[in-house]
């Protein structure tokens, strides 16, 4: 099923958007029903509410509702409001748990992905973020837009399909334990990547999109 809603991200899709001002925050993870990946009812840090249903076969409708709050930009407009900027990207660091598949479909639906690090300067600044970030529960770490879903130990970018020429491997990872199919920035370990199963709901995730210029 994760390979493919990757399929199904990969497509060019139209949202549609409304603001809202609803100031609750919870929570209903993805739930597979029939043939149907179902995300609903997410509310994401006061800021984003999600309906998504993909189908399984044959043609597919990405989005069935999407609400999303209309995000400010900050005063130069290079990135939106809570993001950081660095090089020609915003990041988005979440503070919300959640599997690897809900992580892609909300990075897509705020017009994102899950992040793709190429270069060791990229990675450091995101490490650097990472640390200075205070939460009072820490995460298991961070997901990235990396999988070997497709072939074992053939470590891809979800977004753009390419082989991951960079990698910051923590020593012995990755350990090719059996479906540990997703990558992720291990809190534990300083945010050095790791692979884990797509199935962990602890852990948060980051999205990346190109700065407007």
């Known amino acids: 099923m994760l390979s493919r809603l990757i399929e199904v991200l990969r497509k060019p899709v139209r949202l549609a958007r409304r603001p809202f001002r609803q100031p609750m925050i919870y929570e ?6 029939g043939n149907m990946y179902l995300v609903s009812t997410l509310w994401f840090q006061k800021a984003l509410y999600i309906q998504v249903c993909v189908g399984d076969s044959g043609d597919t409708d990405l989005t069935d509702d999407v609400n999303s709050f209309a ?8 990135c939106p409001n809570g993001w950081f900027s660095h090089g020609l ?7 919300t748990s959640v599997d690897f598949a809900d992580a892609m479909v909300f990075c897509k639906n705020i017009d994102a992905a899950l992040v793709e690090i190429e270069s060791d300067d990229e990675n450091k600044f995101i490490q650097n973020s990472l640390k200075n970030i205070t939460l ?15 072939i074992e130990n053939e470590w891809k970018w979800i977004e753009s399909g390419n082989s991951a020429s960079y990698v910051n491997w923590n020593p012995g990872q990755p350990d090719l334990r059996q479906s540990e199919n997703c990558g992720i ?29």
């Open 28 to 33: 209903t993870l993805c739930r597979y029903v």
């Open 71 to 78: 995000v400010e930009k900050i005063a130069n407009g290079a």
């Open 89 to 95: 990207s915003c990041y988005f660091y979440s503070k």
């Open 136 to 150: 009072k529960v820490p995460p298991h770490g961070y997901w990235i837009g990396l999988t070997d879903i497709e």
């Open 185 to 213: 920035l291990w809190y534990s370990t300083g945010f050095t990547w790791h692979d884990d199963f797509c199935s962990d709901n602890l852990a948060f995730f980051i999205c990346e999109k190109e700065r407007e210029v």
